[in-house]
């Protein structure tokens, strides 16, 4: 904005300023400079030379910035434009956790549903206890009635099919749609699949039920996802999911999810090189992001492979995107999208089917860890176990920790998750969400930078 303009603008000043409170100053790292990060409104600026000192100093001050003083300079008008100073009457974490309890406790049902346990691929780091648990047609049938019941007040239905792998019982999925678009104004639905039967003829019956969006994983090029995720007789499965992937995203919104190891930790300029090919050959349809695979269980061989901190796993993030940007390949580096912040278990209104009917409050539980149900279909009573579960998850809150409360990543992290706070062997694994937010903060901020500098976009304090 020109400043005169900007002047014009500062005129609506109606208070003294502060700093927000979820600023965060990144130091210069590889040619970038100091950034100033807002956590809640995902602004960022570039703080030009000496790691930012002015604005450092700025931000620092103890006293509230007066109207006039915020006037007078165009630095501070910047600052207050973007929203890194708040007037001072302004309680941002209040905002913050209204916003949140809104979308807890607003309209809309939502439903988690696995309509089976069993899985096509053997991939090596899996937690789930291995199981041939199907949903049955009765199960489906009282799932169905009980939507019905809860159609009677919610008009929106927002539906996640999980697993196992869906997919395997692609009949209880479509019976189950059919349902539910009969019941409600209103179905959006998301699968998350392995993406081996997710071929043309597939995508166009969810897209024709409306689960329009998908998560597909593939590890890597061909050599080290076909080791990772084989199929359970040894098989390579990378040719067939990349053909699903390249036909249904011309259907559906679809993310691919790549997992990386200990191993693959060495070869960024690999990884690089399969999302270049990734964009290319999807026509830059699909967005993918990567995950590194932590230990969420003590199974062995989920821990065996299960090693990456994030700490090296931020370096190695850092090594994939910005050698390929600074190199001119398609790759879309990780960003941190708005959310609701809401984790789905803490929400009344939402609730995770298992394929025998048991439900749960958190769509890990049914896989084999930590497994506590919050009742089953077949009922609509709860035992005082399960009730007492229930509530625990329900009365959970994001500010769970005094840490949390000041935390300037509250907007981010959300408090991390509820079912690893509320386990009885939570020592040490809270902090798990502090050590992944501190580490992956300033590399994916530094990776926007890189990206918003080669498209000649960033607005830059000097
Ligand atoms: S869990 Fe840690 S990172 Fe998350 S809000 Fe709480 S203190 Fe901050
Ligand atoms: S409890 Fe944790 S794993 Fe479960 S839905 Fe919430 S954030 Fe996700």
Redesign the pocket.
Known sequence: MPPDAQRRRADDLDASQIPSRFNLVIPSHDRIPALLFNTRTRQLLALGTEEGAPVRDLLGRRRPLSISEVQRDPLLIELWEQGFLVPEYRDELAELLVETRAARFGPGAGLTILPTLRCNLACRYCFSEPTAMDMTREVAELLASRMKEVASREEILRVTWFGGEPLLRLDTIKHLSREFLRAFDTVTGYIVTNGLLLTLRAARDLVALGIRAAQVTIDGPRDFHDVRRPLRDGGGTFDTILRNLCGASSLMRIAVRVNVDEEMLDHPKRLAAFLHFLDERTEGRVQAYIVPVIGICDRPASMRFANVSWERFAVFLWEVYASAMREGAAVKPPWMSPSSGT????RPASVTVAPDGQLY????EPSGHDEQPVGHLSRDWLTPREESHEMRYLAWEETHTPECRQCAMLPLCMGG????SLSSNRRGKVAESCMRWRAMIPTITRLKYLEKRLQGGLVSLT
């Open positions: 984790c789905l278990a803490s409050r958190c769509w890990e998750c509820a079912r690893i």
